[in-house]
């Protein structure tokens, strides 16, 4: 009988992990189902792009993954069961049940709510595909002078504001963040912040914590209230219930807590990768949401997992960071250098050289999801352990 593998999800994170198994492990011996909602892969990291009205290259995983020898399933994942070793799915045809040998959860995240009320209700958001076509629709319906207030002060709130200001420069564009925006780059960096924002003529209320979203904007905590017609909530991202509602043990925030080979620590026929997976990356920190560190960990998760299959040392070299890429819109971007650990160095490009660094990682990112082994030789290896030697191991 095959070693059956299924990976859920098929963001960066799991597409690169199936391939990547698809191309280590010999087609005879194994088989590899993805299952994802989406029958496309969805580049996350340009939603706010789609948000703003930009049209993307849309890439069925049928034809990604076509010759591959990795079976795609459209399908919601409902819920696990980490001890019978099954994946509760539902699709148009009804409800379903998956057995595994191997088990790879990569579901990612969607927004984080914090409890704020009205954030449900009123606020919308570009942390999937349908939520930022919803907002890209409700951005063509304002007119001209109307504003739209974008909540929070990391990354994907600048990217998102930037990209809104350009679009649409007739709106009045908002924010609004509990601390400082983009106040741990480097000086250079935040100096050019600032000067973007001026240029676009976006309003930023720093130390505005947001305790309530209404229909007409936000209530802030010292009673302040910042007027919308679209409130765009970017505050962060929180992990799907699904893992959180199994026996897989699981972080505070509801992430896999997973092994230096991103094996969950409770179950070793579980591995996850990307968003889902609460990992320690170089220096014993915590790796944070983000596909930067997505793809490295579908790289050593798929060659883990390879490697217990097939009777090979198994890798487990920590994951550093290198960068971190800001887009201020389609023609300008900061790429802060960071260290190891994720601190933030001296060395910033910027202005249309870090637009062009910065398409180019987002190309980079998408190009490994078709390319999974990096052009990296991929000789199929036999599977030589039995399933229950090797999950035990
Ligand atoms: C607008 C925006 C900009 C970003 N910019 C950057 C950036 O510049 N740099 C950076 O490092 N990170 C960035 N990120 C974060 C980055 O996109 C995520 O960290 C990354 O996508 C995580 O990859 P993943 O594969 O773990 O999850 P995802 O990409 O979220 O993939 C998860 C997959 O699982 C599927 N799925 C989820 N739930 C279910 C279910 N129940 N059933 C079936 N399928 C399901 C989804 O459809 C999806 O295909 C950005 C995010 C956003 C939203």
Redesign the pocket.
């Known amino acids: 009988m095959k070693h059956r593998i299924v990976v ?7 597409a690169i992990t199936a391939g990547r198994l698809a191309k280590r492990l010999h087609r005879d011996d194994v088989e590899i189902t993805v ?4 029958p496309d892969f ?1 580049e ?2 340009r ?2 792009q789609v948000a703003a009205g930009q049209e993307l290259p849309v890439c069925p995983l049928r034809k990604l993954f076509a010759g591959t020898g990795v079976q795609v399933r459209i ?3 409902r819920a696990v069961d980490a001890e019978r070793k099954t994946v509760a799915i539902a699709d148009e045809n009804g409800a379903a049940t998956l057995e595994y040998d191997t088990l790879v959860y ?4 969607t927004v984080a709510d914090f409890g704020v009320p009205g954030v449900a209700e009123y606020a919308h958001h ?2 999937s595909k349908p939520a930022a076509l919803r907002l890209r629709e409700r951005l063509r319906e304002l007119a001209a002078g109307e504003t739209v207030l974008i909540v929070g002060g990391g ?2 709130s600048i ?2 504001a930037t990209e809104i200001a350009e679009a649409r420069p007739d709106l009045r564009v908002v924010m609004a963040a509990r601390g400082g925006v983009g106040d741990w780059l480097h000086e250079k960096a935040q100096a050019h912040l600032r000067a973007a924002f001026e240029r676009f003529g976006i309003t930023v209320h720093e130390g505005a914590d947001v305790v309530r979203v209404t229909e007409d904007g936000v209530v802030t905590r010292s009673g302040a209230e910042i007027p919308a017609r679209i409130t765009v909530w970017t505050a962060g991202f929180a992990v ?1 219930e ?1 893992a959180a509602a199994s026996t897989l043990t699981v972080s505070d925030a509801g992430r896999i807590v997973v092994d230096a080979t991103l094996r969950s620590v409770s179950h070793p026929d579980v591995y996850a990768v ?3 997976a609460h990992a320690a990356g170089v220096g014993g920190k915590t790796l944070r ?4 560190t ?1 793809s490295p960990m579908a790289w050593l998760g798929g060659d883990a997992i390879a490697a217990r299959l097939t009777g090979r040392p198994v890798p487990d070299a920590p994951i550093g960071y290198n960068s971190q ?1 800001i887009s201020l819109g389609r023609h300008d971007a900061i790429v802060q250098k960071v260290t190891k650990e994720d601190e933030p160095t001296a060395k910033v490009d910027l202005g249309r050289k870090g637009a062009r660094i910065k398409e180019l990682i987002c190309k980079g990112a998408a190009w490994s999801v078709r390319n999974p082994t990096l052009m990296l030789p991929s000789r199929r290896r036999r599977v030589i352990a039995a399933p229950a030697a090797v999950t035990a191991a």
């Open positions: 859920l999800g098929a963001g960066y994170a799991g299952v994802n909602a989406d969805v996350r990291v939603l706010h399908a919601r994942v990569a579901l990612g995240s570009v942390a990354l994907t990217e998102a799907h699904i990307g968003d889902a949401m983000g596909c930067a997505a890429c």
